[in-house]
């Protein structure tokens, strides 16, 4: 099955830098890869998603990266602000299909003013 | 939008009682709805895939007996943890698949076992 790993656990930057968060996936044939935003004690958030067609895909100041040859995905967040302070958990799907989704163990993302 | 609704937000129940959770899509239908349960500081962890119609598929180590899932509408799932104890407390968060891909989530059901 998907095995997806996610790192760091943790990550602290400074209000207006950038922030950058990578995900690996074991299953060569998964094609879809969501990025979800988890306040504290609040539903995840789809914030953006990826298919295996494309390379990169940019909303505002987020974007998300994918190497499928190297089978790993990235989030990045630029011009970094204190909302979004939050985890953040990227998915890939399990079996190659997009039934279920194996989720990444969390980032924790601080943005200090 | 895409919006999934999900009822209680809380509940609190003594141990051996049995407690329903539902969960709504409410401007769309789903299909699929699946259920997570996500304990403190941690990832999301799938339960149980929910299908219209029919029945549910568990993940490996969930009791289907203890967390009963009826799927009877495109709109509504429900999640029975039946004879709760303790160790069920837990924030329970359902989602429904949006299109071929695309899962949104509820706003979770904070589960708290005496």
């Known amino acids: 099955g998907e095995n997806v790993e996610q790192h760091p656990s943790t990550l602290s930057v400074q209000e207006g830098d950038s922030a950058v968060i990578k995900c690996t996936y074991s299953?060569?044939?998964?094609?879809?890869f969501p990025w979800y935003k988890q306040e504290l004690g609040k539903r995840p958030q789809l914030i953006i998603d990826?298919?295996?067609?494309?390379g990169e895909k940019k909303d505002q100041r987020i974007a998300v990266t994918l190497n499928k040859t190297a089978k790993h995905f990235s989030l990045h967040i630029t011009e970094t602000q204190p909302e979004d302070s939050a985890v953040y958990f990227c998915?890939?799907?399990?079996?190659?299909?997009?039934?279920?989704?194996?989720f990444g163990k969390g980032t924790k993302l601080t943005v200090n003013p | 939008g895409a919006v999934v609704s999900q009822h209680p937000s809380w509940v609190i129940c003594k141990s051996g009682t049995s407690v329903k959770i539902e969960c709504r899509s409410l401007d769309f239908q789903a299909t699929t709805m699946f259920w997570y349960r996500q304990f403190p500081k941690q990832s999301l962890m799938l339960m149980a895939t929910s299908n219209e119609g029919s029945k549910a598929t568990y993940e490996q180590g969930v009791e289907k007996d203890k967390f009963l899932i009826n799927h009877a509408s495109l709109t509504l799932s429900t999640l029975t943890v039946t004879s709760a104890h303790p160790e069920d407390s837990s924030f329970y968060i359902c989602?429904?698949?949006?299109?071929?891909?695309?899962?949104?989530f509820g706003p979770g059901t904070r589960l708290l076992v005496l």
């Open positions: 989602s429904a698949r949006r299109g071929a891909e695309t899962q949104y």
């Open positions: 299953d060569s044939a998964s094609n879809y």
């Open positions: 998915a890939a799907p399990t079996q190659g299909g997009s039934e279920k989704l194996v």
């Open positions: 990826i298919r295996s067609n494309v």
